[in-house]
């Protein structure tokens, strides 16, 4: 069954820390693995991308890792801002020669405090 | 260069009524996927539709139908509303399967 588990649940920092966000997947056939910050009743919006090939990429103070053998992904911020504050969504992309399946995490929910 | 435009944002339904949410999608691009969102939950896809088809679909009833127009956009028809479809509804429009790009969301509360 294609899964993707994000931790921690939620997470609470001071303004100006960094702090690192995991996803686990088990996604059989991967695309793609993608970072979105939703902000309370909005839509996602995308961060990074990575196919199997990278194994990292930066979005200013966002820095996605992908280890596509251990089918693992973190994003870390950086110096974080009080605008950072979101629920951060990790999507996998499955896809056959004719169809692509966005699996979704259920996201950590990112508090910043001043 | 508009990104993807749902409409309305907020929307309040009695149970048992029908509604009728609307997608344009980002220039460039043909293909629209919606996705329902639950408080506190990641999105569940409902279905995608490219060349005004209906290509893939969720675990979600026939209540739940949609339509693609030949200028790419889309609509979302929900019919007899059920208290439990409240949720964040949004859009995602690509070409193809590539750049996916999400709308702000149109929010249903159904009382």
């Known amino acids: 069954k294609n899964q993707v588990e994000q931790s921690p649940q939620s997470l609470i920092i001071l303004e100006g820390k960094n702090c690192t966000l995991q996803c686990n997947y088990t996604v059989s056939p991967f695309s793609n693995l993608r970072w979105y910050k939703q902000d309370t009743g909005r839509g996602p919006v995308s961060l990074t991308i990575m196919t199997f090939s990278e194994n990292t990429k930066s979005n200013g103070r966002y820095t996605a890792t992908l280890d596509a053998d251990t089918k693992q992904s973190s994003l870390h911020i950086t110096a974080s801002q009080l605008s950072d504050s979101a629920s951060y969504i990790c999507v996998v992309s499955a896809s056959t020669y004719n169809t692509d399946k966005l699996i979704f995490g259920t996201g950590t929910r990112l508090q910043v405090f001043p | 260069d508009a990104g993807v435009t749902q409409s309305p944002t907020h929307l309040i339904k009695t149970r048992g009524q029908q509604v009728t949410l609307r997608c344009s999608p980002k220039s460039g691009h043909d293909t629209v996927s919606w996705y329902q969102q639950a408080l506190g939950q990641g999105p569940q896809f409902i279905f995608q539709?490219?060349?005004?088809?209906?290509?893939q679909r969720g675990n979600f009833p026939d209540r739940f139908s949609g339509h693609q127009f030949p200028n790419y956009s889309s609509e979302l028809n929900v019919n007899a509303l059920l208290l439990g479809d409240s949720a964040l509804y949004l859009c995602a429009s690509s070409l193809r399967n590539y750049g996916y790009t999400f709308g702000s969301g149109t929010r249903l509360t159904v009382v």
């Open positions: 539709y490219y060349e005004e088809e209906e290509r």
